[in-house]
């Protein structure tokens, strides 16, 4: 054997060598394969006050180098939904007014998403369903209205009723943990002080409702404000006068009267 011809031509065996793990890497490259897995379905951006529901998982046809094969599997995928781009927590968006929405909302290439670097590539080819139904619900409380009042009534005049809010009630949104302390403070939402030694009689005042942090009303009132309606009378005074003298009236001559 020519040992130096060997040496010689090693370089263009090495050349060559290189060239057909390429040519074959591309080759092997160029066999896609295709295949259905189940890809869990998660919502991102989903407001405090909101809670959406929709199906878990979808299924999703991928195409993808034969060698990639490994990769395609469940837990390195998965398909996300923008809630906050299709449902507001300002309940003044939900009109006409509802405490349930459904939504219906078309699943795109662009929703599937690996979860690290694994998606090169591959080729989303098909999700199924296509379309899903999503379910936005306001969380949300109903508090009692409490009254506050400071001064006192003026002497002549007295309560027919106590101060009456109207509504009595105020239905509102927030955070599951804004609800969880109204709970704990007795469902209860109290106004500004009503001054009521201002009132002269019956009468009807608009006091601010003092939020709680983190609290949207769902129907919002007036600078969240309620009307106050106050029932007042004069009060009735009793007076004993004595020693009044009595003066009788006789219209006949032929009668005596007598006291």
Do not use: C
């Not at 130096?4 to 060598?17: D, G, H, N, V």
């Not at 395609?72 to 906050?84: C, D, L, Q, S």
């Not at 968006?93 to 690290?116: F, I, M, S």
């Not at 949207?216 to 009132?221: N, R, S």
Request: hydrophobic residues 40%.
């Amino acid at each position: 054997m020519d040992y130096r011809r060997l040496r010689s031509e090693s370089p263009l065996i090495m050349a060559s060598l290189f060239i057909a793990f390429v040519i074959w890497l591309i080759a092997k490259q160029g066999n896609l394969d295709t295949d259905w897995i189940e890809v869990p379905i998660r919502l991102e951006n989903v407001p405090v006050n909101v809670e959406v529901k929709t199906i878990s998982a979808a299924q999703v046809k991928f195409q993808f180098p034969q060698d990639l094969s490994n990769r395609i599997v469940t837990r390195n995928f998965e398909v996300v939904v923008n809630a906050g781009d299709i449902y507001s927590g300002d309940p003044a968006n939900w009109k006409p007014t509802a405490l349930t929405r459904d939504v219906e909302y078309t699943l795109a290439r662009e929703n599937v998403r690996a979860r690290g670097d694994q998606f090169k590539g591959i080729e989303v080819l098909r999700i199924d369903p296509q379309k899903l139904t999503l379910t936005g619900t306001l969380l949300t409380r109903t508090l009692a209205i409490d009254v506050k009042t400071t001064g006192a009534s003026p002497a002549n005049l007295v309560f027919t009723a106590p101060p009456r809010p109207d509504p009595p009630n105020l239905l509102v949104t927030g955070s599951p943990e804004a609800l969880r302390r109204l709970s704990e403070n007795g469902d209860t939402i109290r106004t500004r002080p009503v001054d009521l030694s201002t009132l002269h009689g019956s009468d009807q005042k608009f006091p601010e409702l003092v939020m709680p942090p983190g609290v949207i009303p769902v129907d919002k009132t007036e600078l969240n404000r309620v009307t106050v309606d106050i029932g007042l009378s004069e009060l009735d005074v009793t007076k004993t006068f004595y020693q009044v003298p009595i003066s009788l009236l006789v219209f006949s001559s032929s009668l005596t009267a007598r006291v």
